[in-house]
């Protein structure tokens, strides 16, 4: 799974140097249960272990720390978001036009690195699709 996650991450921000990013690991949230997100707090941590980049969050849709929250909880020019799900409620992050305008019923449009960076707030922010919703995943 981590290395699943961290090929995720390279593949949509290529050329970018890992120590100069911040990775993003999104999950829905719940406060119902937290041996839900254990395992999503387990890959955020194995990956920090790494000190590959210069942070690693866990965000999630439905409590604190929220993703919406990105531009506040980031500090790097270079933010990489990799939902653990399949993300049809990007529009959380309304007010950024050009980042909202991707999502729809089926997630965000952009699979390919070319279409997965996007400029908000003086910042580039790389979106991948869900991990869980790769082939290679699944095999």
Same mark, same amino acid.
Not at 24 to 37: E, P, R
Not at 48 to 59: D, E, I, P, Q, T
């Given at each position: 799974?981590?290395?699943?996650? &961290?090929?995720?991450?390279?593949?949509?921000?290529?050329?970018?140097?890992? =120590?100069?990013?911040?990775?993003? $690991?999104?999950?829905? =949230?719940?406060?119902?249960?937290?041996?839900?997100? %254990?395992?999503? @707090?387990?890959?955020?941590? @194995?990956?920090? @272990?790494?000190?590959?980049?210069?942070?690693?969050?866990?965000?999630?849709?439905? +409590?604190?720390?929220?993703?919406?929250?990105?531009?506040? &909880?980031?500090?790097?020019?270079?933010?990489?978001?990799?939902? /653990? /799900? %399949? /993300?049809?409620? $990007?529009?959380?992050?309304? =007010?950024? %036009?050009? /980042?909202?305008?991707? %999502?729809?019923?089926? =997630?965000?449009?952009?699979?390919?690195?070319?279409?997965?960076?996007? +400029?908000?707030?003086?910042?580039? &922010?790389?979106?991948?699709?869900? $991990?869980?919703?790769?082939?290679?995943?699944?095999?």
């Amino acid at each position: 799974m981590t290395e699943h996650l &961290l090929e995720r991450a390279r593949e949509i921000a290529p050329g970018i140097s890992e =120590g100069d990013a911040t990775l993003l $690991i999104v999950a829905h =949230g719940t406060s119902l249960n937290d041996t839900v997100q %254990s395992p999503r @707090k387990l890959q955020a941590e @194995k990956v920090r @272990k790494r000190g590959r980049y210069a942070a690693v969050l866990n965000v999630y849709m439905e +409590e604190p720390p929220l993703v919406s929250d990105w531009l506040n &909880l980031t500090e790097t020019r270079n933010v990489v978001v990799v939902p /653990f /799900f %399949s /993300f049809r409620r $990007i529009a959380q992050l309304r =007010g950024h %036009s050009r /980042f909202a305008r991707y %999502s729809g019923g089926g =997630g965000l449009a952009a699979a390919s690195p070319s279409d997965s960076s996007h +400029e908000l707030h003086g910042r580039s &922010l790389f979106y991948s699709t869900a $991990i869980g919703t790769d082939s290679r995943f699944a095999t």
